[in-house]
């Protein structure tokens, strides 16, 4: 991959020392190398310089790179619209445990080096599209990196509703909500409801009932290419939220059937050849300890 102009996408317009100086030392890194810098439309305002929005081209041609400087949740969201245009992507800590952002602040010049320099590989993460059917018509519809999660919302009672996988009944279960989460997804909260931590580049995903009433629905592991609808929902109180990556983006009030499928576009995550995922589990979830 040749690279000669990269995007810098700052924690969501987060003016802060540490986002600004962080983006300030990666421009001059790069345009040390004769790189154009543009930064993208999570950066704040408050931080100077040339825009993306501003260049005059689409997303897919003003840049080669994406470069993501924040916590997960940066990059999850600037992750949605990078997919589209299928811009390789790598991210820079900022944040808590960082699963996904793989640069830390320690070893910033170093891994910015190897990336310029081809010593990389290139992983391409599942993403979920999510329908929200109600009779004839789709009143929602998204895109998620880690998850779509149907859950019980503001009421203290179970929800109820039935699985189907690729047409065929799976479970009615009576439960807090459901987790469907890509490999990438299953360390986020996925794995706080005991599914399994699955390699990033498995062509899975993952269904993990939270909280259900039978104690013997447990987590189960798909094909990639299935489609799982969720449908004929009871709720006892007021409604059931859908959140895709955390995001709530509608609520469901008993009619509606929930469609997950892989999504056409993936995620092209850059990956430092020394990177080790394993050593990641151990570091992030204190395996060491």
């Known amino acids: 991959m040749k690279i000669n102009r990269v995007g810098l996408f700052g924690k969501f317009n987060d003016p802060s020392e540490s986002v600004s100086d962080t983006v300030a030392q990666i421009r001059q890194l790069l345009e040390k190398n004769s790189l154009k810098v543009l930064l993208g439309n999570t950066t704040s305002a408050a931080i100077d310089g040339e825009r993306i929005d501003d260049s005059g081209r689409p997303l897919g041609e003003a840049i080669d790179l994406a470069i993501v400087v924040g916590g997960d949740g940066t990059?999850?969201?600037?992750?949605?619209?990078?997919?589209?245009?299928?811009?390789?992507?790598?991210?820079?800590?900022l944040g808590r445990l960082g699963f996904l952002t793989d640069i830390a602040l320690h070893d910033l010049e170093s891994s910015l080096g190897d990336i310029l320099s081809g010593d990389y590989l290139i992983e391409h993460r599942t993403l979920l599209e999510t329908r929200v059917h109600l009779h004839n018509d789709i009143i929602h519809r998204g895109r998620s990196v880690n998850d779509t999660v149907i859950s019980k919302g503001d009421t203290g009672r179970l929800i109820e509703f039935e699985i189907r996988v690729n047409g065929r009944f799976l479970s009615h279960i009576r439960s807090d909500g459901v987790i469907l989460a890509t490999p990438t997804g299953s360390t986020a909260y996925s794995l706080s409801a005991g599914g399994p931590i699955i390699y990033p580049t498995l062509p899975v995903l993952c269904l993990s009932p939270i909280c259900p009433h039978t104690l013997s629905n447990r987590p189960i592991v798909l094909d990639q290419d299935?489609?799982?609808?969720?449908?004929?929902m009871v709720f006892s109180e007021t409604h059931a939220n859908l959140a895709l990556d955390g995001r709530v983006v509608c609520e469901l009030h008993g009619g509606e059937t929930v469609a997950v499928t892989k999504a056409a576009a993936s995620l092209p995550m850059i990956r430092i050849n020394r990177h080790d995922h394993f050593e990641t589990l151990r570091s992030k979830l204190g395996w060491n300890e």
């Open 75 to 93: 990059l999850l969201s600037a992750a949605r619209t990078l997919a589209e245009h299928g811009i390789p992507t790598i991210g820079v800590n």
């Open 226 to 232: 299935s489609r799982v609808e969720i449908s004929s």
